[in-house]
């Protein structure tokens, strides 16, 4: 552990070891990889909080279309600015280790945007823009009918009491069917 033991104490270690699902060395490389985007300031304050651009720099995030939600689902303030406990967080729901159902809890809140606990139309619509590439709403990839379709397709498939809305319980259903769900919803600092 070297130069580490003053940076990360050992009962912080054991502490982050039991509370996440990372092992001590995994999580001297998460603190390593959130020291390298600001070292001057994770050295002058071990607490310190860094901007979601910042975050957003990491190569791991960098391409993917939920990049600044996955930031905010994360971010202790929900604004998206991490704290190493908020990075480290992060980095365990994304391991390998964590359980299916602690990344559907996340997943979830994740596709939420609106944050009202359920994945309703707006949501559906801002995961399909987000998905297909559209900058932003004045960026459509898809016409208004394919959208349409597109959002009440998945409706039919997924909304198992036809209220337009997908609980946490419909989404879980309909993820824990898909094999590759645990595959893409992983990153390895």
């Not at 190493?84 to 939420?112: G, H, N, T, W």
Request: proline share 3%.
């Amino acid at each position: 552990m070297g130069g580490w033991t003053s940076k990360l104490t050992r009962g912080e270690l054991d502490e982050y070891e039991e509370l996440t699902y990372l092992s001590k060395a995994e999580i001297l490389h998460v603190y390593d990889r959130f020291c390298e985007l600001d070292p001057g300031k994770i050295e002058n304050d071990r607490d310190a909080q860094l901007p979601m651009d910042t975050i957003l720099a990491l190569p791991e995030l960098k391409n993917n279309p939920f990049r600044d939600q996955i930031c905010k689902v994360f971010s202790h303030n929900g604004e998206g600015a991490m704290n190493f406990e908020d990075f480290l967080d992060m980095a365990s729901v994304f391991s390998d280790y964590a359980p299916m159902q602690v990344k559907l809890e996340y997943a979830f809140r994740i596709y939420d945007f609106n944050g009202d606990d359920v994945i309703d139309e707006a949501d559906i619509r801002e995961m399909v823009r987000r998905v297909t590439g559209a900058s932003d709403e004045r960026d459509q990839r898809l016409s208004e009918a394919e959208m349409n379709m597109l959002v009440e397709n998945i409706f039919l498939e997924t909304d198992l009491d036809e209220d337009r809305k997908l609980s946490f319980a419909e989404f879980s259903h309909v993820i824990s069917k898909s094999p590759e769900f645990v595959k893409l919803f992983h990153f390895k600092l």
